[in-house]
């Protein structure tokens, strides 16, 4: 306990010789020391080991090896000055062979430090890896197989598969980590058309410079073919996302590259991280991760990157367990259907159901597709999955009818990548055979990258797929590209107005906009129109309104398990519309306050009116009623919270232009009114308190014109 620590001066007592020898052996860094002229004289087991190619035996023959060269003889003028400096070096070096020469193929991250002897002169120089042992990307080329790519002179795809393979038994061997990017430019097709091959070929050549700025010596940049690129970068941490590194992919792909004689062009690009060993234990597993992650940023916007998502294989399992799960699970029958309704705007009848398929798995519960889908269509493994809806959502649909049940639709989704395949149509008209299918009764459900690519070949497997009978649908609409060319060419039968505009159709202007554009664009060309993700009543109102023919969303049923919807269908369940004649003759007027007292105030100004009044409490509320029911005049209060009377009239004149919108506002607030009422979205303004009967009249007024032209000094109170 009260023993001396021990102290391990003098050093050239035994024991202190012995612990620093012990302090050198056992230290997991590759450590070596040389003589002056760089013959290696000690080298302890994680060098020997790190390398591979460091066998005890190779000390202190470097410099009799005939051609060969001392250790630190080669890597530049920076080394070389620095030891003649006697000053410390830090750098890449290549590892040391069998011969005791270099091995160019390895490359060890090290820090070379002078010994100096009694005299203070260099006597010997000690080298410690700092960072783990690469590859140097300039190495051995000759034993890869592939050639560079001839544009840009980077290494090409297989190059890069087999430079990747070897990194990672390396990073295993060593116990670092890999990180594996790929990166492809934003719009280069559209690029491609507009600048032709030429311009295109140029710009590879600028996007390949520019990329040479983040790799650093070990790390290694190739051309995967066509606008896409590889970048295999050493990374400390295994697993762990370097974020550093991360910043720097993101700031060279987002910035806009101008191409030299065409100031005008600029292009960006989305890169997707895989880190090794968490992603895979492939390199195919590897690249798949990189490129699934790819498409998320795509999905993000233009300059984005993304690391992969372990997420992505749900439940915690590895991409290695999804995949020979995943690959199991149509077998052992774990897929199954629901259902979900699709009602008619128009009558409320349930006309159609879409499949929907879960993942039931053993030990995980119910998995939604949204978490396996993605990798099935990466990994080439929805195929099979596909078919096996389609088969079993036609024979469901078969036993619907035996059964005596109305006849409905069946929504299939086809993936992009299973659409591409040729035999599509063949597979199709099989299992309509084979099951016994109407095919009248069939809707196949693309989405618009099953149409990007190949259009020639996307349009002739469209026409032999209705050729059979089935309809086709344009699933997510807006999402994609909306390409008016795909509406245009393909023989569409229906759009399906995707959720993320039904969200937030009655409260934003804008994707409110967008909806009543759709359908009636739709319905010019000769298309019906459903909505997706219908939530409420507003929202199917709205859709109403705009004459849209069907919709689809928790707000008549989510999706079922087969026996359920087929109790709902026998049970003729329909969605109640609202008759537009009850009610929509009626003039009505909309109020709208945040303080119950002042809406009771009004209530009372206008109760003999006969008026239909419809009241709300906040702008968000008054947006629903809106959507629910026509309104002629809208009374908003102006100070509310979340959103003021006239952020609410605004929308309230986006969505519905031929409103008549009133503001009551404090004086405090004259000015933004003032300004509101300038734009047009409100026509006139109260100041509080009003006065009732000028109230009165002026209400009538509008119900009277419904013109509600504005006035610029709009003062009710000048009345
Ligand atoms: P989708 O084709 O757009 O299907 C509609 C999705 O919206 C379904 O999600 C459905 O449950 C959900 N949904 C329906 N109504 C509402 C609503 O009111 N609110 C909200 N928030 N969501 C609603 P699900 O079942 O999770 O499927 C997600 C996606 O997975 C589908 O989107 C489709 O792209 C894909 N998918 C599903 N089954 C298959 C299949 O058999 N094959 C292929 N290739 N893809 C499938
Ligand atoms: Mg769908
Ligand atoms: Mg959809």
Redesign the pocket.
């Known amino acids: 306990m009260n023993e001396e620590p021990m102290s391990l001066e003098p050093a050239e007592s035994p024991e202190a010789l012995r612990v620093l020898h012990r302090a050198a052996e056992q230290n997991p860094r590759a450590i070596f020391v040389t003589d002056r002229a760089g013959t290696i004289v000690y080298a302890n087991p994680a060098a020997r080991q790190a390398t591979g190619h460091l066998p005890g035996d190779a000390i202190g023959k470097a410099s009799h090896s005939p051609g060969s060269k001392p250790a630190l003889s080669d890597n530049g003028a920076g080394l070389q000055a620095a030891l003649r400096a006697g000053t410390e070096w830090e750098g890449a070096l290549p590892a040391i062979g069998e011969d005791g020469g270099n091995d160019d193929r390895h490359m060890a991250h090290v820090r070379v430090t002078p010994i100096r002897n009694a005299a203070g002169d260099v006597s010997h120089y000690f080298a410690i890896q700092v960072q783990p042992v690469g590859r140097h990307p300039e190495a051995g080329r000759s034993e890869h197989v592939g050639t560079p790519d001839q544009l840009t002179g980077l290494p090409g795809r297989s190059q890069f598969m087999s430079r990747l393979a070897e990194s990672m038994s390396d990073a295993t061997r060593v116990g670092v980590g890999l990180a594996l990017a790929v990166v492809d430019l934003d719009d280069f097709k559209s690029f491609n058309d507009s600048f032709g091959q030429q311009g295109a070929d140029r710009l590879l050549v600028a996007v390949a410079q520019r990329l040479q700025d983040i790799v650093r010596r070990d790390d290694l940049l190739a051309r995967l073919g066509g606008d896409r690129f590889g970048l295999l970068l050493w990374d400390a941490q295994p697993d762990t996302p370097n974020h550093e590194l991360l910043r720097r992919i993101q700031a060279t792909i987002s910035q806009p590259l101008n191409l030299p004689g065409e100031s005008s062009v600029t292009i960006t690009a989305c890169a997707g991280v895989a880190l090794y060993p968490r992603d895979g234990a492939s390199t195919d597993a590897m690249l798949q991760a990189a490129e699934a992650a790819l498409g998320l940023a795509k999905k993000t916007g233009h300059g984005e990157v993304r690391i992969s998502e372990p997420a992505l294989a749900p439940g915690g399992m590895t991409r290695i367990d999804l995949a020979s799960q995943l690959r199991q699970a149509v077998d052992r029958a774990e897929l199954v ?2 259902f ?1 309704p699709k009602v008619s705007l128009h009558s409320g009848e349930i006309i159609g159901a ?5 993942w039931r798995h053993p030990a995980k519960g119910m998995i ?3 978490e396996f ?1 993605p990798f ?2 990466e990994s080439g493994l ?1 195929v099979p ?2 078919e096996w ?1 389609l088969r079993a ?1 036609c024979r469901q649909a078969v036993e619907w009818r035996r059964a005596g049940l109305r006849p409905i639709k069946v ?5 992009a990548r ?1 659409f591409r395949h040729a035999d599509l149509p063949d597979v199709v008209a099989a299992v309509l055979a084979e099951t016994g299918m109407d095919s009248r009764l069939l809707d196949l ?1 693309l ?1 618009e990258s099953a149409m990007m690519h190949d259009t020639a070949a996307a349009i002739r497997i469209a026409d032999r797929l209705r050729a059979l009978g089935a309809s086709l649908s344009l ?2 609409f807006g999402t994609g590209y909306s390409s008016l060319a795909y509406l245009s060419r393909f023989a569409f039968d229906q759009i ?1 107005i ?2 993320s505009f ?2 937030d159709v009655t409260s934003n202007p804008v994707n409110g906009s967008i909806v009543a554009a759709t359908i009636a664009m739709a319905h010019k060309l000769g298309k019906s129109v459903i909505a ?4 409420t009543e507003a929202q199917m109102s709205f859709l109403c309104r705009h004459g849209c023919d069907e919709m ?4 008549f049923s ?2 079922l398990a087969a026996t359920d919807f087929s109790a709902l269908l026998a049970a003729g369940r329909r969605m109640p519309l609202a008759t537009p004649a009850a009610g929509e003759a009626v003039p009505t007027l909309l109020l709208v306050d945040d303080e119950p007292s002042i809406l009771n105030a009004l209530k009372r100004v206008f109760r003999n009116e006969g008026y239909r009044l419809l009241m709300a409490g906040s702008g968000q509320e008054g947006l629903e009623l809106l959507a629910l029911h026509r309104v002629q005049v809208i009374v908003s209060d102006q100070r509310m919270p979340e959103m003021g009377g006239v952020e609410f009239l605004s929308r309230a004149k986006e969505l519905y232009p031929d409103s008549v919108r009133i503001v009551l506002s404090g004086y405090a607030e004259v000015g933004m009114v003032t300004e509101a009422v300038n734009r047009g979205a409100i026509s006139k303004y109260f100041t509080k308190p009003w006065d009732d009967d000028q109230l009165r009249a002026e209400i009538r007024r509008a119900f009277r014109s419904m013109a509600g032209a504005a006035t610029v000094d709009g003062n009710g109170h000048s009345n």
């Open positions: 259907l629901h979900q879409e499949a929907l398929v879960r939604p597709p949204g889908i099935a269509e929805i999955i596909s809806v959502a929504g299939v989704n086809i993936s299973h459900e989405t699933d997510d399906k995707d959720q039904i969200r997706e993700g219908v939530e689809q969303g928790y707000f989510r999706p």
